[in-house]
Nanobody
């Protein structure tokens, strides 16, 4: 199976932007969906956004809707997360993950068991 590697994290000030990349070692089209998740210290992992390779649909958590945008470049086997208007509460380790489960729904956490591949995570820190 493919391996996923996140990049693009770092330290930014509130209100600034970052673009995270999730590069796959193989074809991302082998997977039904790829999503972005994050985990802040002392908090549970949170699903942020997901893109379906089946119908190109996307969905977002309420906490990032309107600020974050997921996209993909199938030629580069890379999924992106454009993060705008970053807030201190966006500080977390960000992960991408992929699933071949055709009924995957990021908003249903018990379906996260079907996420087969995870990246190693990358730290995003939003601080003045």
């Amino acid at each position: 199976q493919v391996q996923l590697a996140e990049s693009g994290g770092g330290l930014v000030q509130p209100g600034e932007s970052l673009r995270l990349s999730c590069a796959a070692s193989g074809s991302i089209l082998d997977y039904y969906a790829i999503g972005w998740f994050r985990q802040a210290p002392g908090k549970e992992r949170e699903g942020l956004s997901c893109i379906s390779n089946n119908d190109d649909s996307t969905n977002y958590a309420d906490s990032v809707k309107g600020r974050f945008t997921i996209s993909r470049d199938t030629a580069k086997n890379t999924v992106y997360l454009q993060m705008n208007s970053l807030k201190p509460e966006d500080t977390a380790v960000y992960y991408c993950a992929a699933t071949r489960y055709p009924r995957f729904d990021m908003s249903t956490s018990y379906l996260w068991r079907y996420l087969e591949v995870w990246g190693q995570g990358i730290l995003v820190t939003v601080s003045s």
